[in-house]
């Protein structure tokens, strides 16, 4: 069927209008990040900084530590993908690949996990956790990953159900082993369901409050979010600090993102066939 160019400059329109709907608060937080103390307080508010303070954002990372804070936010992100990435394409190649008894069965209560809301098993993790003495270390955060993640292990697995049988036959005519199929034949395939586990990861990691919030109390071990965070008292609110701090905060996931948003699109398409 032949689109005309009027249906096409309509369906363009609307996606640059929610395009600048969704960018509007990002470029709200630059421009307030670039203003003075007393044009953040004016009202009614200015759009644009009267002299653009790139001061600020030097004044708000020296406020804290943020540099002890971004390594351990790296620490933590880089990990966690890893231990995601090995963990749950081993969990998916077996689910995918192997026949054994129960294997349904298994697979249908790994997804039932999904239902149930991490506010619930927040105080038995953490009791745990304390059992392990855990608490006030980096390990709550890390090692769980290595254990894999029930949406992802579905999503490498669905990935999987569609690659031929063939390809594992010929490799065990080579005289390949079963993980030498795995390493050599299946984790090349995977290219871009890995690539977007990586930064689906990356994004729930890099942002997350609650967990660092719950398990870390020394100060030494915070991440960015819980230094963001520290900016907003009972009886003050520090925008400049807040917007300045949270766009050096946005910069490594969008960079990620627009490295591998191709990869990002195959393995969404790939998951869903």
């Known amino acids: 069927m032949k689109v005309s160019k009027w249906h096409k400059a309509i369906v363009y329109l609307f996606l640059i209008g929610f395009a600048i709907y969704f960018l509007l608060p990002f470029v709200w937080i630059v421009l307030t990040a670039l203003k003075t103390e007393a044009e953040v307080h004016q009202y009614p508010p200015a759009i644009f900084p009267g002299m653009p303070q790139f001061v600020n954002f030097v004044n ?34 077996g689910f995918a690949r192997y026949h054994f008894k129960f294997k349904n069965g298994l697979f249908i209560l790994l997804l039932a996990t999904m239902m149930i809301p991490w ?13 392990f003495g855990w608490i006030n270390t980096l390990k709550p955060l890390i090692v769980p990953a290595f254990f894999g993640s029930a949406y992802y292990v579905f999503l490498l697995r669905q990935f999987l159900m569609n690659v031929p049988k063939e390809l594992e036959h010929a490799a065990k005519i080579d ?19 890995l690539t977007l586990i990586a930064v689906l990861n990356m994004l729930s990691v890099w942002n997350d409050y609650l967990g660092p919030l719950i398990f870390l109390q020394d100060r030494t071990k915070y991440t960015l979010a819980l230094g ?25 996931p969008v960079i ?6 191709k990869y990002i699109v195959e393995g969404i398409s790939g998951a869903i066939k």
């Open 60 to 93: 708000a990372w020296k406020a804290q530590p943020f540099g002890l804070y971004l390594m351990n936010s790296v620490t933590i992100t880089v990990l966690t993908t890893i231990g995601q990435l090995i963990s749950c394409s081993l969990i998916a190649y």
């Open 119 to 131: 506010d619930v098993t927040m105080i038995p993790l953490y009791m745990q956790f304390n059992l």
């Open 175 to 193: 005289g390949a082993n079963d993980f030498q199929t795995y390493w050599k034949i299946f984790v090349p395939i995977m290219q871009a369901p």
């Open 228 to 252: 963001l965070a520290s900016f907003k008292g009972v009886h003050e609110l520090q925008i400049l600090p807040i917007m300045s701090i949270t766009i050096l905060m946005i910069i490594p």
């Open 256 to 261: 990620a993102f627009l490295y591998a948003q």
